[in-house]
């Protein structure tokens, strides 16, 4: 079993920062591909960054790249979402999601095992 806690989310205002965190519990995350999804109510849940089980490899949504950077500290058992230039289309509950397959990098949802509670971050203007 795996357990993943958000942390970082809040109300920002248009064009600030926000850094998330999801820290694992219960196995070591060296194991697992860790994603960042977002949902927004009415909406199918969104990737919008994925990092291999090293950090060796990412996957970004077209909608954010350049803008968020995902990575990880497998000594700490966390990834970390940093989220630049936010807009007000960036509102969602952002979730934390491990993938424990042996297979690549997936932005697909029905990829990942284990998914945290969410942190909702919210963008004003």
């Known amino acids: 079993q795996v357990q993943l806690v958000e942390s970082g989310g809040g109300l920002v205002q248009a064009g600030a920062s926000l850094r998330l965190s999801c820290a694992a519990s219960?196995?070591?995350?060296?194991?697992?591909?860790m994603a960042w999804f977002r949902q927004v109510p009415g909406k199918e849940r969104e990737c919008v960054a994925a990092?291999?089980?090293?950090?060796?490899?990412?996957f970004y949504a077209d909608s954010v790249k350049g803008r968020f950077t995902i990575s990880r500290d497998n000594t700490k058992n966390t990834v970390y979402l940093q989220m630049n230039s936010l807009k007000l289309e960036d509102t969602a509950n952002y979730c934390c999601?491990?993938?424990?397959?042996?297979?690549?990098?997936?932005?697909?949802?029905?990829?990942?095992?284990?998914w945290g509670q969410g942190t909702q971050v919210t963008v004003s203007s």
């Open positions: 219960g196995r070591t995350m060296i194991n697992y591909h």
């Open positions: 990092i291999s089980r090293r950090g060796d490899s990412t």
């Open positions: 999601a491990a993938d424990v397959g042996l297979f690549a990098l997936s932005p697909r949802p029905t990829r990942y095992d284990y």
